[in-house]
């Protein structure tokens, strides 16, 4: 998706086209594999935060184009609405103080992005969804100027064929529609890449979707959407609607979604991008008619795949698989996109530091832990710490139905010391991160649950002014880069 596409319409030959391109694309990847001509000596690490933007009111601000230009930075992008940017912090080896690089790179970005923008009456705020959102800001008119948004936008509409759905029961029901992927853009997200070979990728793909549910109990920070609380992790069903190209029919019928946790375990990073070729059309059939892939590659060259490389963007499983290229040399990597935005960034870093940690020391361990659990179960997993946040319970193989706090503080901290340790993370840097996780164990403190006992507290106000008004409190507090366990 965040590949630059120019305005345009797509004839059937287009399609044609493009799809025997993406194939010979598939083909080449697949000679790729079995050549081991990827980057795997020194596995980096990646972090990417979506932030929304505010008026001083607690609003929407529409002013991402403005921000951008005040900001002047170019780790600052657009994203799909006006109301949000993002920024990619510059990859880093966990072993070289990478997660303390990150926090400060973050801080440090943020701070000085806050102050450009505070000059507009504008500021930023990390969270996963927006909660001052209403029906108005719905509309088409909300997506950024950018072309790809709006021929997203249309490519998807036009596949449904209908307006797009949103139906969310959770505390309270929310039941609308909207004639764009505008809900998209309400979904705030943090993102993690690790470094990958070709061998490793399976098990840390598996991985990645195993730990998924534990990451989002833990961490869920969206629990209100147009003035409704929903789920403590609202995020993950309006992600799933808003860009669903499906009809009520293609459900009935099974057709995949293009939002997925997917079906199965894999045993090879080329499972998942065939199933993205055989299972899901082109919403944007770009074709690169000045490259063959074949012949880049038999020429000794790095084939840039960029069909392939854009059809995958626009396949939103949880956790995707990336083919990418660094100093001309090819790698692979694991896109982990459960999270939300925020609270705070200490917060971002110790739920990266538990991802970071699990992921290694499950991925490397003797007996994988996804055979011994269905992959039904991990899904299952996922949708309920999604809908109940730190209170979820979940499966986990020789426990059983269990807390995801208990489970967190029984067996998977260690863990993720051992897996940080693993990474050549210091072992100080390691504890003050997790030691944050363990402190929202105990207290059954995230992002949501904050959030959620503030409004219940202003439950005589109007609904939109307490709404309002937690927001700035959540602002306040988000600045302190206190963890959100320690807020009032």
């Known amino acids: 998706m965040g590949e630059e596409v120019e305005a345009q319409e797509f004839s059937r030959a287009d399609?044609?086209?493009?799809?025997?391109?993406?194939?010979?694309?598939?083909?080449?990847?697949?000679?790729?594999?079995?050549?081991?001509?990827?980057?795997?000596?020194?596995?980096?690490?990646?972090?990417?935060?979506?932030?929304?933007?505010?008026?001083?009111?607690?609003?929407?601000?529409?002013?991402?184009?403005?921000?951008?230009?005040?900001?002047?930075?170019?780790?600052?992008?657009?994203?799909?609405?006006?109301?949000?940017?993002?920024?990619?912090?510059?990859?880093?080896?966990?072993?070289?103080?990478?997660?303390s690089g990150f926090e400060e790179s973050l801080r440090r970005s943020l701070n000085a992005a806050e102050q450009h923008s505070a000059d507009l009456g504008t500021h930023l705020v990390m969270i996963g969804i927006l909660p001052t959102l209403d029906h108005g800001h719905m509309t088409a008119a909300s997506l950024s100027p950018n072309?790809?948004?709006?021929?997203?936008?249309?490519?998807?509409?036009?596949?449904?064929?209908?307006?797009?759905?949103?139906?969310?029961?959770?505390?309270?029901?929310?039941?609308?529609?909207?004639?764009?992927?505008?809900?998209?853009?309400?979904?705030?997200?943090?993102?993690?890449?690790?470094?990958?070979?070709?061998?490793?990728?399976?098990?840390?793909?598996?991985?990645?979707?195993?730990?998924?549910?534990?990451?989002?109990?833990?961490?869920?920070?969206?629990?209100?959407?147009?003035?409704?609380?929903?789920?403590?992790?609202?995020?993950?069903?309006?992600?799933?609607?808003?860009?669903?190209?499906?009809?009520?029919?293609?459900?009935?019928?099974?057709?995949?979604?293009?939002v997925w946790f997917g079906e199965r375990w894999i045993t090879s990073v080329f499972d998942l991008f065939e199933e993205n070729v055989r299972y899901f059309p082109a919403l944007l059939p770009v074709t690169d008619a000045d490259e063959d892939p074949l012949q880049v590659l038999e020429g000794g060259g790095t084939p840039n795949l960029a069909e392939l490389r854009l059809h995958n963007g626009t396949v939103y499983r949880w956790n995707r698989p990336v083919y990418d290229i660094a100093g001309g040399v090819p790698h692979l990597r694991v896109e982990n996109r459960v999270l939300p935005a925020g609270p705070t960034v200490v917060d971002t870093m110790a739920n990266a530091a538990l991802y970071f940690g699990l992921v290694r020391a499950l991925a490397e361990h003797e007996r994988p832990l996804w055979s011994q659990m269905s992959f039904s179960a991990a899904e299952e997993n996922f949708h309920l710490a999604a809908r109940h946040g730190i209170d979820a319970q979940v499966y986990w193989p020789g426990v059983g139905q269990v807390r995801a706090t208990e489970l967190v503080l029984r067996r998977l901290l260690p863990l993720a010391r051992e897996g940080l340790a693993a990474w050549g993370v210091d072992a100080a840097e390691s504890d003050r991160l997790l030691d944050i996780i363990e402190q929202r164990c105990l207290t059954g403190t995230n992002g949501a649950e904050w959030f959620v006992r503030r409004m219940h507290g202003r439950a005589d106000q109007d609904r939109f002014d307490a709404l309002r008004a937690t927001l700035l409190d959540y602002r306040d507090r988000m600045h302190s880069n206190e963890p959100v366990h320690t807020w009032d």
């Open 147 to 258: 072309p790809r948004y709006h021929l997203l936008s249309e490519q998807i509409l036009g596949a449904r064929g209908e307006d797009i759905t949103l139906a969310i029961t959770g505390p309270e029901r929310l039941a609308t529609t909207a004639d764009s992927i505008v809900p998209e853009a309400a979904c705030t997200s943090t993102q993690l890449h690790v470094q990958t070979s070709p061998a490793l990728f399976a098990s840390y793909w598996n991985a990645s979707q195993a730990i998924s549910a534990i990451q989002l109990a833990l961490g869920a920070n969206a629990p209100f959407l147009l003035g409704k609380e929903l789920w403590r992790e609202t995020r993950i069903p309006l992600f799933e609607q808003a860009t669903d190209t499906r009809g009520e029919e293609l459900k009935a019928q099974g057709v995949r979604p293009r």
């Open 15 to 99: 399609r044609t086209r493009h799809r025997e391109k993406v194939r010979r694309c598939l083909d080449v990847f697949a000679r790729m594999l079995r050549e081991a001509r990827f980057d795997t000596d020194d596995p980096m690490t990646g972090l990417e935060v979506e932030l929304n933007l505010v008026d001083e009111r607690g609003d929407p601000a529409l002013r991402s184009s403005e921000v951008l230009d005040a900001v002047a930075d170019p780790d600052f992008q657009t994203e799909l609405g006006q109301f949000n940017i993002e920024i990619n912090v510059a990859p880093a080896r966990l072993r070289e103080r990478g997660l």
